[in-house]
């Protein structure tokens, strides 16, 4: 058998391949260049030729949506905490990143935590991180449950939660 010598005869002036020619098996990455274009839908095809293949010519369909940028998401990761600790001993802190998984900027702020949890930074513009620490001083042994809310007014939805656990042992 032959080998699959291929190369792209031709692919939409917006979509740029990593290859234009090469031997089977192999992988194309590809980007898109949307400069110039308005929003909308944009299908095409890409062209792979092999002049000893059969068919000569295969085409892959490819299809661009060109949308106005959408409003940030919040994205919390993890969105839930546990501490496990003893009286008058405060756990080590943990981390919780902050992302944006939608398209304006992010600009972050904690509104609303348990008393006895402290954020650090308590405001942020994504993606960033922000450190959840506990401070058990006054707190019996016990069950704590709350939350943490992260708050951008431009977002959708505007507020992000994080459950915080706080199990305090003799």
């Given amino acids: 058998v032959d080998p699959l010598n291929w190369?792209?005869?031709?692919?939409?002036?917006?979509?740029?391949?990593?290859l234009m020619n090469g031997t089977a098996p192999s992988s194309v990455d590809l980007t898109v260049d949307v400069t110039g274009l308005g929003i909308g839908t944009y299908n095409d095809s890409i062209a792979v030729h092999d002049e000893f293949a059969s068919p000569k010519v295969l085409y892959a369909h490819v299809s661009?949506?060109?949308?106005?940028?959408?409003?940030?998401?919040?994205?919390?990761?993890?969105?839930?905490?546990?501490?496990?600790?003893?009286?008058?001993v405060n756990p080590l802190p943990q981390m919780m990143d902050i992302t944006n998984l939608g398209d304006?900027?992010?600009?972050?702020?904690?509104?609303?935590?348990?008393?006895?949890?402290?954020?650090?930074?308590a405001t942020g513009t994504a993606p960033s991180s922000t450190?959840?620490?506990?401070?058990?001083?006054?707190?019996?042994?016990?069950?704590?449950?709350?939350s943490v809310a992260v708050h951008d007014a431009n977002a959708d939805p505007q507020t992000a939660w994080a459950m915080v656990h706080l199990t305090i042992t003799e």
């Fill in 104 to 121: 304006e900027t992010l600009n972050w702020d904690i509104t609303s935590k348990p008393d006895w949890l402290t954020l650090n930074p």
């Fill in 64 to 88: 661009l949506v060109v949308r106005e940028p959408g409003p940030p998401i919040i994205g919390l990761d993890p969105d839930e905490f546990f501490f496990v600790t003893t009286v008058d």
């Fill in 7 to 18: 190369d792209i005869t031709y692919k939409p002036t917006w979509l740029n391949l990593s």
């Fill in 131 to 146: 450190e959840l620490s506990v401070d058990v001083t006054g707190l019996a042994a016990g069950e704590y449950n709350d």
